[in-house]
DNA sequence: GGCCAGGTGTAAA
DNA sequence: TTTACACATGGC
């Protein structure tokens, strides 16, 4: 089993859909921070409220009372923590956001990595579909179907991505293929829960019957 | 009513 | 370098 064969598979039986839906860069970036580990539905009910308020922009995050953001974002959980993040990753993108295009991907990688609440998903996440940059994202639903498919077993982000990243590379994914990829991975974990676990939902899927 | 969602940071072992 | 824990809301 290659990693093209899962995405065969996947992409032959998951309806990804129009994935990270947004009206802008920004967007995708707040939400990346606002979904971390929060369902998706509660980040929405945040970005309205930010878009009722004006407040999608970095301008405007830096500008904003704690308070104030707090309160908008308070449906996505943790709001303390994720104020301080998007106020920093704001304060980011005003002051690099503009030598972002121009910098390696590694280079860009470590620069967002050392934003506060920026932690290997999120700076991946962001890589992948803000600055279109060939990354596979390696969050815990693709780990467990890396894991139901025989490919071992990873605890962390980036033992997945040491020991994966190779194979991504060696088969030649490009940017839209693994942009959909992890759209079409976290639409299949949100199904495998009615498998009772990705084990059973990956069967099925060998199965073509998912 | 318990579980968990499109993780990250910090501090102890 | 690994593990444990805090962070918090809302839907099923």
Redesign the pocket.
Known sequence: MSLRDLYGLLNAQVEAGD???ADSDFE?IV???L?????????E?SLGRLKEAGALTPQALVEMEEEGL?DLI??????????T?LKAMSRWVLDQGDQAPAMSTEALRSSL?A???????????LLL?VYQRPVFIY???ARRLLKAAGFGTF???D?AKKAIDPLVEKEGFTIMELADF??LI?EA??KA?AYGGWDRAFEALLAGRF
């Not at 979904?35 to 980040?43: F, G, I, M, P, Y």
Request: charged share 20%; hydrophobic share 30%; proline share 4%.
């Open positions: 994935w990270w839906p995708i939400g990346a921070i979904t971390q580990n929060t369902n998706w539905r509660n980040v009910m707090q308070r449906s996505s959980g943790f709001y303390r923590a994720k104020t993040y990595l934003v506060p609440g920026i932690g290997g998903e999120t700076a991946d996440d579909y969050d815990l639903y605890k962390t982000y033992k992890h759209g976290v974990g949100k829960r």
